[in-house]
Structure formats: C-alpha cells, structure tokens
C-alpha cells in the first residue's frame, strides 16, 4: 500500500466541497422540484376526483329535468286533449240547440203558413159554395138569409 | 504489448509494478498522488456539472431526459437515508448521494482499458507512470472513511450531546461499574476505528484486485484478451456500483448508530 497523507488531505478537501456543493446547489433545488410535482399531482388527481364527483352530480340533475319536462309535457298534452274534447262537445252542443231552434221556427212557420192557407181554402170554399148554391137555386135564397148558415158551415171545416 | 514494458522493461513483473505505481510530486511519505487527485477532482467537478445543470433547471413540471436521470439517482439515494437515518437529512442525504456518485464515478474509470490513458499521458505529456481509478489507491478510500469517522464523532455529540456520547464510551457494552470503564472505553474505540478501516478495505480491496486482474488479462497475446478481459469486465459492472452503493448505505447506517440512543 502507497500511503500519502497529503493526497489522502486532498481527497478529504475535494470531498468536504462536493458535499458542500451537492447540499447547497443540487439537492434543494432537485428535492424541492420533486416534492412540488408531487403536490401538482395530488392536486391534479383530487381535482379529478372532485370533477368526476361534480360530473355525476350534473347528470342526475340533469336526468331530473328532464323527466321533469316529460312529465309536464305529458300533462300539457293532456289538458290540451281534454280542451279539445271539450270544445267539440261544445260545439256539439251548440249545433244541436241551433238545429231544434231552426227546426222550431220552421215547424212555427209551417203551422202559420198551414192556418193562412185552411184560412184562405176555408172562405174560397165558403164563396164557392155560395156561388155553388146561388147558381143552383139562385133567386130562392136570400143571400143574407143564408150567409150566416153559410158562414157556420165554413167554420166547421 | 505495450509502451508501458518498453519503458520499464520487459519482464511481466515491471509491467505489472510499473502500473501500479502513481504519478508523483515529492518524495517519500510527503509526495503527492497527482494522478488521484487530479482523476477525483476532475470526476468530483463532472458529477457537480450535471448535477447542478439539472438543478438548475429543474422543473416540477415535465421533467428532461437529463433531469429525470438526475431525480431518479436522488430519489434512490433519498429513500435508502429514509430507510435507516431518521433525523434531519438536509446534510446526510447529500452526503449520501456525494458519496454515491463520486464512488460510482471513480470505480466506472476501472472499465475503460488498462493502457489506454497512460499511453495518452506518456505520448502527450511525457508522463511516466499514471492510475486513473482513484479506488485503488488506498488514499481515496481513506479519504473519504475518516471524513466519515469526523462525521460520525460529530453526529453521536450532536445526537446524544457530550455527556450522552461520554456515558455511551464509558458504560456501553459491559455496564457502568467503573472497574469496566478501561474495557469499555478499550472495544468502543476499536469500534469506531474498525468501521472507517474496513469500509476504506473494502472499497480499496475489491477495485485494486479488478485492477490488477485487468493488468494480468492485459499481459496475455492480444488476440485472446478479449475472451477473459470481456468476462471480467461484465463481471466488474456488478462490482462498480455494489461497492459504490456499499460504502454509501454502511455511512449512512454508521451516522444512524452515532446519532440515535441505543
């Protein structure tokens, strides 16, 4: 072995100033920029994690809604059903009524149209009759004695 | 073979002393390893280079290719202090990774091959002698385990505080009769120089024998290293980094045992 105090000093020397080198230049920076990346991933992870959570919390309101809005929907469709039905029965109704109306005035106008006319048939008969009965015995009856027995008859018809 | 017999001879044994031995300034037991010194310090300033490049750009965003190379060594090294330190590791985990790469680095320069930059250093700059794995000299080793001892001295008074770490040197293994005190205090000092030597051995042990395996497969004829050089070569990848993650772990747990009560 080849022994020699003073390399062995200078070995010792190079080493004390890597060491103090290593500890003062290399391993904070190195150490801090690690421990910061794995703060960042933590972070980034529980970020997921709470995103995902938010995510699924969105979806269910979401899926709320919208059967919420089918539900609606379902009973706007049917208030409108109903209103249509009744809006037909409604009418129903009314061209009922405007039809036993009309049918009333028609069967009034019929009945006063059928009196003017058993009116009018009524002393076209009872001229006729005079008339008839003049000619067959013309100068006997007295046209004034008669007309009143004439007149009777007439009504009766 | 190569330069390195013609210039210190012919015969097997100069070649192999001839690459083991270090580039020097100065005589004897005052002389300087330029060679390890220079290889560490110029492996010490790469690591520092991207390292800082990545700190420097560091981002919590997306990080780069060279950024996530750099945060995965970090994040390795920072859950293996977790595991068995459990102080403040603002300094220790730092230490570790230092440590961890710097080792890396250093043990890495055994695989390129055995000649290639002593022949670089002789043609170029007229070098005689260079070793370019800093691991196999047992300075480095050592270097670096007593700074550890330093730091383990400190971390059982900042951790218990004088009187505690006095009470465990003088107490601990047998018990506070003060007839114990000698044998105690006696095995807690082999103790605490037994973990810098044998981590600094260790280290220094399995990289030197690589090397000096390297420098036998360079002696055989050119056209049949390649068969043990590659083998051993896969086999060292094993080596490089369990030795460097070795002596990182066992600092770590020794600064853990100084630190913590018992």
Redesign the interface.
């Known amino acids: 072995?080849?022994?020699?105090?003073?390399?062995?000093?200078?070995?010792?020397g190079?080493?004390?100033?890597?060491?103090l080198?290593?500890?003062k230049?290399?391993?904070?920076?190195?150490?801090?920029?690690?421990e910061?990346?794995r703060r960042?991933i933590a972070e980034g992870l529980a970020q997921s994690e709470e995103a995902e959570q938010a995510l699924d919390k969105a979806n269910a309101e979401a899926d709320e809604i919208i059967r919420e809005a089918r539900r609606k929907a379902g009973e706007i469709i049917e208030q409108a059903s109903q209103r249509g039905n009744q809006l037909v029965e409604q009418a129903k109704e009314e061209a009922i009524a405007e039809r036993d109306r009309q049918v009333q005035a028609a069967e009034a106008e019929i009945r006063q149209a059928t009196n003017q006319a058993r009116e009018a048939l009524r002393e076209r008969v009872a001229e006729l009759a005079i008339a008839g009965a003049g000619r067959v015995i013309e100068s006997e009856i007295d046209d004034k004695r008669h007309r009143e027995m004439l007149d009777k008859l007439a009504a009766e018809l | 073979m190569s330069f390195a017999v013609a210039a210190a001879g012919s015969s097997p044994t100069e070649y192999v002393s001839h690459h083991l031995e270090?580039l020097?300034v100065?005589e004897g037991?005052?002389?300087?390893?330029v060679d390890?010194?220079f290889f560490?310090?110029v492996l010490?300033a790469l690591?520092?280079f991207v390292?800082?490049l990545?700190?420097?750009r560091?981002?919590?965003?997306v990080?780069g290719k060279l950024?996530n190379f750099?945060?995965v060594l970090?994040?390795f090294v920072?859950n293996s202090v977790k595991e068995s330190f459990h102080g403040p590791r603002?300094?220790v985990?730092?230490?570790a990774?230092?440590i961890f790469v710097?080792v890396l680095l250093w043990n890495l320069m055994d695989l390129i091959p055995v000649d290639y930059l002593p022949l670089l250093a002789y043609e170029v700059f007229g070098l005689e002698y260079l070793r370019v794995v800093?691991s196999a000299?047992?300075?480095?080793p050592?270097?670096?385990s007593?700074?550890v001892l330093v730091l383990i001295l400190i971390y059982s008074v900042k951790g218990k505080g004088f009187a505690g770490f006095g009470k465990e040197m003088l107490f601990h293994p047998f018990g506070k009769n003060p007839l114990l005190w000698p044998a105690n205090i006696l095995l807690n000092i082999v103790e605490l120089v037994a973990k810098p030597v044998s981590l600094a051995l260790r280290l220094f042990g399995n990289l030197y024998a690589a090397e000096l395996i390297f420098i036998l497969i360079a002696m055989l004829p050119w056209w049949i290293q390649f068969i043990p050089g590659g083998a051993w070569a896969v086999f060292h990848i094993l080596v490089v980094p369990l030795q460097a993650f070795i002596f990182m772990t066992l600092t770590i747990v020794y600064l853990s045992l100084a630190y913590e009560e018992h």
Do not use: C, Y
């Open positions: 072995m080849d022994v020699s105090p003073l390399t062995l000093i200078g070995q010792a190079t080493f004390l100033v890597l060491v080198v290593t500890m230049w290399v391993w904070p920076p190195l150490t801090q920029a690690m910061e990346r960042k | 270090h020097k100065g037991l005052w002389a300087i390893h390890t010194l560490s310090v010490g690591m520092l390292m800082i990545a700190a420097r560091a981002t919590s965003g990080p950024q750099v945060e970090v994040d920072d603002q300094f985990a730092p230490l990774l230092t710097w800093p000299d047992v300075n480095a050592f270097a670096l007593l700074s």
